[in-house]
């Protein structure tokens, strides 16, 4: 087989596999862009991963499946808005909790649901595009979620640098009390960037076990809202930087999986490394530009925030 | 740092859900407690479940006599020795550990408690009250392997393997002679996942050997990811550890099943009446240990036939799963004509047959 043939067939698997990733970062990019600091993006990844898989098997309804993943994944976020916003839990240790609790709680719920097969998304097919060689099974025949993905990062981006209500969200997450001294509601802005957050990684999460491995697993994000937490900080919190952050990922992930295939002579650990030395590398090259970051991390972050203080 | 908290978490509540069982049975006091420690969920539909059905017979066989308790998601470290002695203390008799990362923690429970017996799965180490039990699940990928032959258009096979063992290299060895037996233009293609159990990874292993032409999918993994991934791309795959047919009915040619329930059943009725002796087991596919899933409809009658055939020459001892010649990468005859691989040679097999792409990763 021509090697050269491979390549669409790799940029295809790329997107999907970076699809679950986008999803959990873009959303916990706006909930940092707040000011919070959630870590339990793995733990509400999980949760929307099972209930979206639960509620389509009942329901038979896939869309119907996606929307309680994002409403599982913000439920499970509001538990954190709750004890960090409005009673000042300590945000990394609330994190860490929140994803142990998802572990936990989406194995519970999942357990009627362990080995149940469920069919995946269909994939798109447009007549001519999907059939261009090279890039028209990766651009033109992906399922709906892998478009949604996508589409959401320029809409976040507008939504962050282009509208009123983004602007005061950012300004929340540069100096809460400046904002609230301008009569802003912080708390409440933060809960729904919290819930926006968490209903992201739920699609993330409703999009591992409904579509890419359609099943119900224990623990099936693998790390995947860890990555997700990562990339936020490789992008340094720009959207656009987060999709192509996230394409690298899935790209590097995909590559790595050929060249063994292929029997080219490189440790498979190695390979397997080669995602978590691209985050290294690029935090080490933008941590060089100290500026950058101080430009982009919202000032707030991780600070609590009380009104009356 | 997310994995081994996550672990630990799940050690935690693993360990307070199975001590809670065993609060529970302690109210029945003659009978034999027997405990499992399972490495993975009972729920993965693969390894661990596996070995819980083996529980599940234990308990229908000799029900009235026995009660049981399982631990389940046990981290392979630290955590395992805390959760085999609590079954120790907790006055439990016989207690297996199935998997390869709990020899060390069995051996230092096992001195510490001379009148608890235990059984240790796929190890190598054995004690006064410790026995050690595993499977020759090669003899299950020599069949695998002359089906897969059998059914290849493409002449490549895609092996998603989870970690360069022995036990997995020996498999791919086993299988990819008999599959050269059948059809000697065949050749193998691995890759390593470096996990047991993480179905994106394997569904993503399994998509890239498709698209490098396999059409037969055989994995040395334990989620049902590359059946899935096979039937949706409309190609052969192979189930591992048991019967996946319901993940991809069209796909699943058939599986290597490990079947624990004979031997446990035996091993708990040996404490019962005394004659248990810390031995060292390993059975194929003779003993009932290892054993195919039912083939799919879509085999041709002399394909099943032929399989049949070969399974019964394993039994009878015509067949070995490394019959000579058995030639390396380079050529080299490594098991000469006439001869069989020994089971140390088998057990420490980290070189590939003639067939096998690429290298075994060191």
């Known amino acids: 087989m021509n090697d050269f043939a491979l390549i669409g067939p790799i940029l295809a698997a790329m997107f999907a596999a970076a699809t679950p990733l986008l999803f959990a970062a873009l959303g916990e990019l706006v909930v940092e862009k707040s000011g919070v600091l959630n870590l339990g993006v793995e733990g509400m990844m999980l949760v929307g991963a099972v209930c979206g898989f639960a509620v389509t098997i009942q329901t038979g309804s896939a869309v119907t499946g996606f929307l309680v993943a994002a409403l599982a994944g913000a439920a ?14 300590n945000q990394v240790a609330t994190g860490l909790a929140l994803t142990l609790f998802g572990v936990g709680l989406s194995a519970l719920i999942g357990q009627g649901f362990v ?40 809409l976040v981006h507008l939504f962050l640098y282009r509208t ?4 005061v969200l950012r300004a929340v997450g540069e100096n809460h009390t400046a904002a609230h001294a301008l009569g802003y509601k912080v708390l409440r802005i933060r809960f729904l960037a919290v819930l926006f957050g968490g209903a992201m990684a739920g699609l993330g999460g409703a999009f591992l076990s409904m579509d890419y491995t359609p099943m119900w697993a224990e623990n099936m994000t693998s790390g995947r809202g860890w990555i997700a937490l990562a990339l936020v900080v490789f992008a340094t919190w720009k959207p656009v930087r987060a999709m192509l952050g996230a394409w690298l990922f899935g790209g590097v ?3 790595q999986l050929h060249v063994q295939g292929l029997g080219i002579d490189v440790p498979s650990q190695l390979l397997s490394m080669l995602p978590y030395l691209a985050t290294v590398l690029v935090l080490v090259l933008i941590s060089r530009d100290i500026a950058r970051i101080r430009l982009n991390a919202p000032a707030c972050l991780g600070k609590l925030f009380h009104p009356d203080a | 740092m997310g994995k081994a908290v996550l672990g630990l978490a799940g050690a935690a509540i693993a360990l307070s859900v199975g001590m809670g069982a065993g609060i529970g049975s302690a109210l029945a006091q003659d009978k034999l407690k027997v405990g499992f420690v399972y490495v993975g969920p009972v729920s993965d539909h693969g ?34 020795e805390r959760v085999i002695e609590q079954l120790a203390a907790s006055g439990h008799k016989l207690i297996f550990t199935t998997s390869f990362g709990f020899m060390n923690p069995t051996l230092k429970v096992a001195k510490r408690y001379p009148d608890v017996k235990f059984e240790h799965a796929t190890g190598y180490k054995r004690a006064e009250n410790v026995a050690t039990y595993s499977g020759r699940f090669y003899e299950g990928r020599t069949v695998i392997g002359a089906i897969a032959g059998k059914m290849t258009k493409s002449n490549i096979i895609g092996y998603v393997g989870s970690y360069p063992i022995p036990e997995v ?38 998509k890239a050997l498709i698209d490098q032409g396999a ?22 795959s192979v189930g591992q550890s048991s019967d996946m047919t319901r993940f991809g009915p069209k796909s699943h040619l058939t599986a290597i099943v490990e079947d624990w329930n004979g031997y446990y059943v035996q091993r708990v009725k040996a404490v019962l009446d ?50 000579g010649p058995v030639k390396d990468q380079a050529g080299k005859v490594v098991i000469p004509e006439g001869k069989t691989a020994t089971d140390e040679q088998i057990l420490k097999m980290d070189w590939y047959v003639e067939g096998v792409q690429g290298k075994v990763p060191k």
């Open chain 1, 253 to 255: 992930t995909i590559l």
């Open chain 2, 47 to 80: 390894y661990s479940y596996q070995h819980d059905q083996g529980r599940l017979a234990v308990e229908k066989a000799l029900g009235d006599k026995v009660t049981t308790t399982f631990v389940e998601n046990v981290p392979e470290g630290a955590d395992a």
């Open chain 1, 164 to 167: 009123r209500a983004g602007l």
């Open chain 1, 115 to 154: 080995g149940i097969p469920l069919e995946g998304l269909p994939k798109l097919y447009i007549p001519g595009l999907t059939d261009l060689p090279v890039v028209g099974q990766a651009l033109f025949g992906q399922d709906i979620m892998v478009y949604l993905a996508i589409a959401a990062v320029p």
């Open chain 2, 169 to 206: 290299v020996g498999g791919i060895n086993a299988f990819t002679i008999a599959l050269r037996e059948q059809n000697p233009k065949a050749e193998v293609r691995v890759v390593w996942v470096n996990s047991w159990y993480d179905p994106g990874k394997e569904a993503e292993a399994a």
């Open chain 2, 215 to 236: 059409d037969v999918i055989v994995q040395h993994t334990d989620s049902p990811a590359p059946i899935q991934t096979a039937q949706e791309r409309g190609l052969w």
């Open chain 2, 274 to 323: 005394g004659s248990w002796k810390p031995i060292d087991t390993w059975g194929g596919i003779g003993t009932g240990m290892v054993e195919l899933a039912p083939y799919n409809p879509a085999i041709p009658a002399d394909v099943v036939k032929m399989a049949d055939q070969l399974k019964a020459d394993i039994v009878s001892g015509k067949r070995h799963s490394f019959q």
């Open chain 1, 76 to 89: 499970t976020a509001s538990l954190f808005a709750v004890l960090t916003l409005f009673l000042l839990a």
